[in-house]
């Protein structure tokens, strides 16, 4: 029994390429930076956090404390300058993120964390992709603001949609940049027993 605990549409698709049966259990948890928090730390605590809130719910709710269920969590944040953008909360923040990543590259940090339902096995990944933007103007931040395709999305863009307009290069995994890393999806996955194909091998 695989759980995701995630309630973004993007990545139970993106799940859903590689697992045959999986069920989403999404999790609130305060996603506020700890003070001097490194970007990277940052996204790995939140997947952390996310797998454990969801493992005391599904502990609570199904009251199953020994089950062999396999817990998946995930974050991602966009990095510019070292400081994290998350989802933009108004026009002005949406139009502050878009301004400071036009003509810019930037980072997006996709992290991953695998558990089993007692915790006792914890795998924790995290992966840097690169991406170039082109320059924005201004006119097209606000009729872009008003397609509401940044609204839910880090760092107010989203590349599979008409934010892949901006994406001059990218540099790193695709699916992550989407929300969930396949290839290190798949391959933490493994380490649980859970396959995507019959015979999978690693190098
Ligand atoms: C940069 C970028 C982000 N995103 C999305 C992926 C994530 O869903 C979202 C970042 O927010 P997250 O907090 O990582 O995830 P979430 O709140 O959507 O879902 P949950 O915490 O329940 O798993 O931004 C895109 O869809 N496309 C993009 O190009």
Sequence with gaps: ML???SASPRRK???????????????DIDETPNI????????????LEKARASIAKYS?????????????ASDTSVVIDGDVLGKPTSFEDAHTMLRRLSGRSH????????????QDHVLTECVTTEVLFREISDIEIRQYWQTT???DKAGAYAIQGLGGVFVRHLSGSYS?????????????LAQFGVHSLEEMSYE
Excluded at 36 to 47: G, H, P, S, T
Excluded at 60 to 72: E, M, N, T
Excluded at 176 to 188: D, N, W
């Design 149 to 151: 395709e940044p609204v």
């Design 60 to 72: 609570h709710q199904a009251g199953d404390h020994s089950s062999d269920a396999v817990f998946i």
């Design 107 to 118: 980072q997006v940090i996709t992290s991953l964390c695998v558990s089993n339902l007692n």
């Design 3 to 5: 759980v995701l605990a």
């Design 36 to 47: 001097n928090e490194q970007a990277e730390a940052y996204v790995v605590r939140m997947a």
């Design 13 to 27: 698709a993106l799940l859903d390429l590689i697992v045959k049966e999986f069920f989403v259990l999404p999790v």
């Design 176 to 188: 992550a940049v989407v929300g969930l890393p396949l290839y290190e999806t798949a391959q933490l």
